[in-house]
């Protein structure tokens, strides 16, 4: 029997794979949507519990602390979106900071020398790791073998009392410098220029090719971006100033944005992500794009590191320990990565990291216990692996065997 096209595309089967596109191109155009709303009703909860939670001085202080787990889960972004995994980059950074630590503090070196030595060890392990794991060795057994022959080499750049203090040395500077306001200002005003000058470059390019668009694609997104710019800059700087290692994370963040997004470098990055084996019969270097997501990793785990060994005066063996790893992962994914490669964006390292910072800082200024921050963050993390299996598969129900 001859089945007709129109039976074919009015069949359930057919309905169900039109419904799951169309969720999955919703979820792509909108997926920091759900996890501001997220992020809204976090700030609610605990704003409600103790106003103190979204005043100016703990806002600065939520701020300084996503930092370090931000530029990680960067890192670990690049990984994720060619389908790996790394679980070593927590101790990584703990160990390019003992590195960096070491060598300007206790060799007197310059602290560029130092940074940049660091950054080399991070990119330096990572490239190992990503060697090993071209042999066909899962990323997974890798990295975690990686994590606990770090932890024995971070002993070994330590020296005998296993701590490097940089109190009071240019090493320190990394995060207790602050950009005064005039300047911090001036930066959100040319942010907001530029960002306002692609959105209409965007348009322009959309004219061109007869595709139909408005004015409002180039105003209200712009209005939105100062908003969010020019609010940050009067928030932080009623304290002492824009913090250095902020405009860190931000120059990393768009270097990384225009990376991903303007670049072949980023086609590349996803349709390795998206379908592996089709990359490579269309010609795209997979093996060699996968190395490049882990030498990003490892600079971003040195800098990590370095800004998280300056916040906290010294480097020691519980550097890059606890649950920094967990949180640099989780914010990654719940942030709007996919586990399961091709899907999601550089700034879903931000807005993780936003999520699982503010919870951590609101169950601290509660005096709740630790436990609670644990369930809390966990929880968080399997909802949004949850929810990243359902677009995946563009069903609610699971596929039958």
């Given at each position: 029997m001859t089945i007709s096209t129109s039976s074919a595309v009015g069949s359930p089967a057919a309905r169900r794979t039109s419904v799951g596109r169309a969720i999955e191109s919703a979820a792509r155009a909108h997926r920091s949507i759900p996890v501001l709303v997220v992020l809204a009703i976090i700030w609610a909860v605990f704003y409600s519990q103790n106003s103190a939670y979204l005043s100016f001085q703990n806002l600065t202080n939520l701020t300084l602390q996503i930092v370090t787990t931000a530029i990680l889960a960067l890192g670990v972004v690049f990984v994720l979106l060619v389908g790996e995994i790394d679980l070593s980059s927590a101790v990584l950074s703990g160990v390019c900071a003992a590195v960096a630590a070491g060598l300007t503090v206790n060799s007197g070196l310059p602290l560029p020398v130092g940074i940049a030595?660091?950054?080399?060890?991070?990119?330096?392990?990572t490239f190992v790791?990503?060697?090993?794991?071209?042999?066909?060795?899962?990323?997974?057994i890798v990295t975690l073998g990686g994590m606990v022959i770090l932890q024995g080499l971070i002993l070994v750049v330590l020296p005998p009392e296993f701590t490097v203090s940089v109190a009071g040395t240019p090493f320190a500077e990394i995060a207790s410098t602050t950009v005064p306001a005039g300047a911090s200002y001036a930066l959100a005003a040319a942010g907001t220029v530029a960002f306002a000058a692609y959105r209409l470059f965007q348009h322009r390019e959309r004219l061109s090719t007869g595709t139909s668009t408005s004015v409002v694609a180039v105003v209200l997104p712009s209005v939105i971006v100062a908003a969010v710019l020019f609010g940050?800059?009067?928030?932080l700087t009623q304290q002492r100033g824009m913090p250095m290692p902020l405009l860190i994370l931000t120059a990393m963040l768009l270097i990384a944005w225009y990376a991903t997004t303007q670049t072949r470098y980023g086609i590349h990055l996803y349709a390795v992500g998206g379908d592996r084996e089709a990359a490579q019969r269309a010609g795209i270097p997979v093996r060699r794009m996968v190395l490049y997501s882990f030498l990003v990793l490892g600079a971003c785990a040195a800098v990590a590191g370095m800004v998280d060994a300056s916040r906290q005066l010294g480097v020691s063996v519980t550097s890059g320990s606890g649950p920094l790893m967990l949180n640099a992962i989780a914010a990654a994914v719940v942030g709007g990565t996919s586990l399961f490669g091709g899907r999601g964006s550089i700034w879903s390292a931000l807005l993780g990291a936003l999520i699982i910072g503010s919870i951590n800082n609101g169950v601290q200024l509660l005096g709740l216990s630790t436990e609670v921050q644990y369930f809390a963050t966990g929880s968080v993390l399997i909802v949004a692996v949850a929810i990243d299996v359902v677009l995946a598969r563009g069903s609610l129900l699971p596929r039958r065997r």
């Open positions: 030595a660091g950054v080399v060890a991070g990119m330096a392990v790791e990503a060697q090993v794991i071209m042999f066909g060795i899962p990323s997974l940050g800059v009067f928030t």
